[in-house]
């Protein structure tokens, strides 16, 4: 788990370099209250304290990943309360929590602050002034996100905002762009989750297919008719990567079995592009995955490990 | 060289942790001053004493017998006196009756003369395994007569010995194998003539290649178009010297659930069970002496000894000079498969290969956590198994439904114990699960 928490510390680092030292003090409340929380939870619960096999942890930087650089900094010790205390152990405790707690605690917080968490987010920062937007409240300088731009405003506006299209996909791959903490920079967590890959700990089964199919999905729905949408860019954007990486495949609400993994990597694609498309909101892999984690056990039961050489007749 | 052969699903890479006594030739322990003679040491029904408390033993005497269901004779392992019969220690099932043998170091030695194995027929051949209470060494204790007599409508026309040797630590086999080429051989072509069959593979692992060499040249040696003996390299992955993962490797066959491998027209029996053979047919020597390896940084020597069935641990330990500070964890068999025990005093039986006295650092007695669901023993099961769903149905005292995950298919190899992150006692979970399910 702590190996997961180093995976995240580069883009955390790039956040504070985007968007000031509030990012830092934003994910330092985070991580603190998601641990604190545990504590309490565990020994109110009457169960053993495990806050230092670092999973708490996790969901505390996850937490502060996916929420606008732009909130008060109280607003993550509420989400870890939804994240760890209901979440996660009123759901019985790490390895049978249903949903993923750190996403849970980001719908939760979108219900409860809309404002907030759909307006919050800064636009990144020019020579190194970290010390910017340190105030409680940073409403001044809010802008908007570029899933939100193109969905509302059309391509005339995302290009006159963010540039040509050409530039867009640098900045976006590098990270220059507004959006959550932890979400930006698709190079470092690209980064993180393939040394995540490298040491054996995830496969490649669920970030493929969730990238892939986001990416084909979109290329045939998203533009003016069938094949004219930007597969790159949907890839790119919103928290694709991150979620791919590093949510979607969280091991104790992801399935197991590696049919069962493509299937549910392809239906988180398939749910993120029809919300980016046809939903409310313009993005949309947060509530993809929550929708995906209670079919986690259903695929299971369906998909079995191939059987070295099962009983003849299929007695017992 | 021909590309290694293995089995494709599953299997992990422990530590070989085979170099404290890979290069130490095998040294005959002197004769302990009194041994227990486990009843029963085989699958099966255990034997019934044919001798009683102050009688007076010859070494390789019967002592006990079968009376009914399959099995086989038990020997004196030396001459003396017997003491008592009664209870001793035992690894898996608490206690057992034994016998208590006292040696008389007076005794005249017994010598066992060679003589010429092929003049005798398939039928006397057979009965000299069962008299010379072979059973299969390599850990099974499967009475090897049994083994040998396949049943009619099961055609068998491949022999297979294990050489493998997949456990950590142990290196038993692999002493046998160099030292006693010839040997193994020997009892290869004895067993090919006891089945009928003219085709015997020798399946050794890659990390023992003085072992390959050996027997390479043994098999050319003692190979006739009758008998076609050759040595097959392994790749090395744990557990390939299982016997179905083995079978797979080697023919490509795969054995169904609850079958034996004769269903796929292949016999397997571990090169020492064939070494034993050997010796019961040409020497006519019972089985009552062992080839096992102690090691571990838990114990003072590690050695890979030839002792007698029946000798004590605690007397092993002595003739090694003790254990050593380190010492945490005493296992009966390999790391992987084998039982820790709580006591010294327990006898070596002809199915023990190794005793292993580990060091704080060898072992990993952290405790374990819930299951997490990372699916790692999904893919290191050989058998296509779901560990972790036995295991938590077990947690849920609902072990009667794991039926359905082929936890009566699971050999207990413990690959995925040894994979499993949250450091889950996942073959404990299997046994649970098999006793409850049973009821």
């Not at chain 2, 302990?32 to 004493?49: K, W, Y």
Request: include cysteine; charge should be positive.
């Amino acid at each position: 788990m702590w190996t997961v928490v180093a995976c995240l510390v580069p883009s955390l680092l790039f956040s504070v370099f985007l968007f000031g030292l509030r990012t830092l003090i934003i994910t330092a409340v985070s991580v603190a209250s998601c641990m604190a929380v545990e504590a309490l939870t565990q020994k109110a619960l009457g169960r053993k304290v495990t806050v230092s096999d670092g999973s708490a942890a996790v969901t505390g930087m996850l937490l502060a990943f996916v929420i606008p650089p732009g909130v008060h900094y109280l607003l993550p010790v509420l989400g870890a309360v939804m994240a760890i205390y209901i979440g996660k152990h009123l759901l019985g405790g790490i390895g049978y929590n249903i949903f993923n707690p750190a996403l849970l605690a980001r719908a939760f917080l979108v219900a409860t602050f809309p404002v907030a968490m759909t307006s919050a987010w800064l636009p990144p920062l020019d020579h190194l002034a970290i010390f910017s937007y340190l105030g409680t409240t940073v409403d001044a300088v809010s802008t908007a996100t570029p899933l939100a731009v193109l969905k509302n405003q059309g391509m005339a506006a995302f290009t006159e905002q963010f540039g040509a299209l050409s530039n867009v996909y640098t900045n976006f791959f590098l990270g220059w762009r507004p959006g959550s903490i932890g979400e930006t920079s698709g190079l470092l967590i690209v980064l993180g989750g393939l040394y995540l890959l490298y040491r054996g700990y995830i496969t490649w089964h669920i970030p493929v297919s969730v990238l892939g199919s986001i990416a084909l999905l979109t290329w045939l729905f998203g533009g003016e008719g069938l094949f004219h949408g930007d597969p790159l860019l949907a890839v790119l954007s919103g928290g694709a990567l991150l979620g791919a990486f590093f949510m979607a495949n969280d091991y104790v609400t992801c399935p197991t079995n590696r049919t069962s993994q493509l299937i549910y990597g392809c239906g988180i694609g398939a749910l993120t592009v029809l919300i980016r498309l046809k939903g409310g909101y313009p993005e949309g892999i947060c509530y993809a995955i929550l929708l995906m984690n209670p079919v986690s056990p259903v695929l299971d039961n369906w998909f079995k490990p191939v059987r070295f050489a099962p009983p003849q007749g299929g007695a017992q | 060289m021909a590309p290694l052969l293995t089995f494709p699903k599953g299997g992990v890479h422990p530590p070989e942790a085979k170099e404290l006594t890979a290069a130490l030739a095998i040294e005959t322990m002197p004769v302990p001053d009194e041994v227990e003679l486990i009843l029963g040491q085989h699958i099966g029904a255990p034997c019934t004493p044919t001798v009683a408390v102050k009688e007076e033993v010859r070494e390789g005497q019967v002592i006990g017998t079968v009376t009914k269901g399959l099995g086989v004779p038990l020997h004196a392992p030396v001459s003396g006196t017997v003491t008592a019969i009664g209870m001793s220690a035992h690894p898996l099932r608490v206690s057992a009756p034994s016998i208590t043998i006292r040696t008389n170091r007076e005794a005249a030695p017994v010598r066992y003369a060679a003589t010429d194995w092929q003049k005798f027929s398939r039928e006397e051949l057979l009965k000299k395994v069962q008299e010379a209470g072979i059973i299969g060494i390599g850990g099974a204790g499967f009475p090897s007569h049994v083994k040998l007599s396949p049943p009619p409508n099961n055609p068998v026309d491949t022999l297979i010995l294990n050489g493998a040797e997949c456990e950590p630590y142990i290196t038993a086999d692999h002493r046998q194998m160099l030292e006693k080429s010839a040997e193994i051989v020997e009892g290869a072509r004895i067993i090919l003539k006891i089945l009928g069959i003219t085709s015997c593979h020798i399946g050794i692992e890659n990390n023992k290649p003085d072992a390959i060499a050996a027997m390479s040249q043994a098999a050319a040696a003692a190979s006739t178009p009758s008998a076609r003996i050759a040595v097959r390299p392994l790749r090395v992955k744990y557990p390939q010297g299982s016997e179905k993962q083995l079978i797979q490797s080697i023919t490509g066959r795969k054995v169904p659930g609850f079958a034996l491998p004769s269903a796929v027209g292949v016999v397997v029996h571990n090169v020492s069970t064939a070494r034993a053979i050997r010796e019961a047919v040409v020497l006519g020597k019972p089985l009552y002496e062992k080839v096992m390896t102690l090691s571990g940084k838990g114990i003072a020597r590690p050695a890979n000894l030839l002792v007698k069935v029946g000798t004590r641990v605690s007397d092993i330990v002595e003739y090694l000079g003790g254990v050593t500070p380190q010492l945490a964890k005493i296992v009966m068999g390999g790391p992987m498969m084998g039982f820790a025990v709580s006591t010294l005093d327990i006898p070596v039986t002809k199915t023990t290969s190794s005793v292993l006295f580990l060091a704080e650092d060898e072992i990993d007695a952290s405790p374990h956590s819930q299951c997490i669901r990372c699916g790692w023993c999904l893919d290191a099961c050989p058998m296509g198994l779901e560990p972790k769903e036995i295991a938590i149905h077990v947690e849920a005292g609902r072990a009667e439904e794991t039926g359905r995950f082929g936890v009566f298919e699971c050999f207990e190899c413990g690959c995925c114990a040894f994979v499993c992150p949250a450091k889950r006692p996942l073959v404990q979970f299997v046994r649970l699960a098999k006793m409850k399910a049973k009821r």
